[in-house]
T-cell receptor, first 113, second 114 residues
Framework: GENVEQHPSTLSVQEGDSAVIKCTYS??????FPWYKQELGKGPQLIID?????GEKKDQRIAVTLNKTAKHFSLHITETQPEDSAVYFC????????????FGKGTTLSVSS | DAGVIQSPRHEVTEMGQEVTLRCKPI?????LFWYRQTMMRGLELLIY????????DSGMPEDRFSAKMPNASFSTLKIQPSEPRDSAVYFC????????????FGQGTRLTVV
């Protein structure tokens, strides 16, 4: 079955720096890769997603890249702000259903001012 | 829309008792998912439904766990009998369809079995 590895598990940056989180997946049939942000005491919230027919997607300070050949995808956050501090999860769809997801173990991002 | 609504938010129960977690998906969404979150295992998919029909329950850890979706606006996850290792945060999520659409998560139910 699908397996998703996520690195690093913790990431500390200074405000204004960039943050990069990387994930790999095992099932080449996966075709949907969302990223979720989870704040303390809340459910995960989608911040950006990418489908397998796209190599890169950007939304303001957040971008995601996908390399299907290598089976890895990354989240890039530029100009980090203290409110970006949270746990970030990558996920990959479980074939054949597109929205049932396997999650990575999460990255705790801390942005200090 | 109020989003995905889960109840209760917190549940403390004694080992051996039956526990029922409830979920109301977003109106119009056809897919519903139950996840469990623990420090050790992260977010795990337990079961999901399409149009109220269970599609894949391979993530349900044991026969003690069962889930139902009697109609499009309500689902339950039941644990009977509960054990301390079931302590976790249980999330319900819904999406418009099962094909590559955003899954919206509820606030979760924090279950503690003592």
């Amino acid at each position: 079955g699908e397996n998703v590895e996520q690195h690093p598990s913790t990431l500390s940056v200074q405000e204004g720096d960039s943050a990069v989180i990387k994930c790999t997946y095992s099932d080449s049939a996966s075709n949907y890769f969302p990223w979720y942000k989870q704040e303390l005491g809340k459910g995960p919230q989608l911040i950006i997603d990418i489908r397998s027919n796209v190599g890169e997607k950007k939304d303001q300070r957040i971008a995601v890249t996908l390399n299907k050949t290598a089976k890895h995808f990354s989240l890039h956050i530029t100009e980090t702000q203290p409110e970006d501090s949270a746990v970030y999860f990558c996920a990959a769809s479980i074939p054949p259903a597109g929205t049932a997801l396997i999650f990575g173990k999460g990255t705790t991002l801390s942005v200090s001012s | 829309d109020a989003g995905v609504i889960q109840s209760p938010r917190h549940e403390v129960t004694e080992m051996g008792q039956e526990v029922t977690l409830r979920c109301k998906p977003i109106s119009g969404h056809n897919s519903l998912f139950w996840y469990r979150q623990t420090m050790m295992r992260g977010l795990e998919l337990l079961i999901y439904f399409n149009n109220n029909v269970p599609i894949d329950d391979s993530g349900m850890p044991e026969d003690r766990f069962s889930a139902k979706m009697p109609n499009a606006s309500f689902s339950t996850l039941k644990i009977q009998p509960s054990e301390p290792r079931d302590s976790a945060v249980y999330f319900c999520a819904s999406s418009l369809s099962a094909q590559n659409t955003e899954a919206f998560f509820g606030q979760g139910t924090r279950l503690t079995v003592v």
